[in-house]
């Protein structure tokens, strides 16, 4: 697969649509709880994208924001159901580290839901370690947390 990376922000309207389809696959996985979710992942002040592209159609997207003064937090992860493991979510994930690194981060973290294998093994594959939960999702069963220092990114 050819894909090309985009760096954008929040605004974009492909981010937007590629957001739309998370938040509607996540309410069907998280069910009652995704409202406990929805509310730490606005997007309107996300001003780091990246996007996936195959032949000019938007297939994957995910985000960083600053957590800290060394860390970035990754967000919105997400990739097409047709275009999963295929490598596009790896490529933005890289790109989304190389970008933080560039900024002088030494960090990402992240939260992903156990409900997700799938985005469980991606982490795992790239080099995040679990640690413990952080932040609001402190003693939420469903949260597990990664991180990954960048200067093995």
């Known amino acids: 697969m050819t894909y090309s990376v985009k760096r954008t922000a929040s605004t974009d309207s492909d981010f937007i649509e590629l957001v739309n389809r998370l938040d509607a696959e996540l309410a069907k996985i998280n069910g009652n709880e995704e409202a406990f979710y929805s509310q730490f992942n606005k997007i309107d002040k996300i001003n780091h994208v990246v996007l996936v592209y195959e032949n000019q159609i938007p297939i994957a997207c995910g985000a960083i924001k600053q957590f800290s003064t060394t860390e970035m937090e990754v967000k919105r992860m997400f990739t097409l159901p047709d275009y999963r493991g295929k ?22 973290v992240l939260e992903t839901s156990k409900r997700q294998p799938d985005a469980l093994a991606l982490y795992e594959k790239n080099g995040y370690q679990v640690i413990p939960n952080y932040g609001q999702y402190i003693g939420i069963e469903n949260s597990i947390c990664f991180e990954k220092n960048l200067q093995y990114a």
């Open 87 to 108: 490598g596009a979510a790896s490529i933005l994930l890289k790109d989304l580290e190389k970008w933080a690194k560039e900024m002088n981060y030494e960090k990402c």
